[in-house]
Nanobody, 129 residues
């Protein structure tokens, strides 16, 4: 069973930066993609960023929601079993609970979809104006 633990959330002023981390543990041999999602109060969960890699842990492919392109960056450290979300130029509308996800379907995963079977508990990000 895969377990995800997020960290790094907090309160920041508009224009500031935060870096979220998500550490994966457990049986991860079939994990080839991970993503970050967020949910603001009263809104549906939405896609933020995703990263996928091949069986040799190379050739990372990344994709971002239009709302965060140029401001957020997703990265992976395979040795630490961790993915990161570097968030710069934060805006009040970025305020949400951020979740990381792992374990896509064995085949046919579409980058940007929420088709993951393992989810973290979430970390709160609050951006003040």
């Amino acid at each position: 069973q895969v377990r995800l633990v997020e960290s790094g959330g907090g309160l920041v002023q508009a224009g500031g930066s935060l870096r979220l981390s998500c550490t994966v543990s457990g049986r991860t041999s079939t994990n080839y993609a991970m993503g970050w999602f967020r949910q603001a109060p009263g809104k549906d969960r939405e896609f933020v960023a995703a990263i996928s890699w091949n069986i040799k842990w190379t050739n990372n492919v990344v994709t971002y929601a239009d709302s965060v392109k140029g401001r957020f960056s997703i990265a992976r450290d395979s040795a630490k079993g961790t993915i990161y979300l570097q968030m710069n130029s934060l805006k009040p509308e970025d305020t949400a609970i951020y979740y990381c996800a792992a374990e896509p379907p064995l085949t046919g995963y579409t980058m940007g979809s929420s088709d993951f079977s393992a989810w973290g508990q979430g970390t709160q990000v609050t951006v003040s104006s």
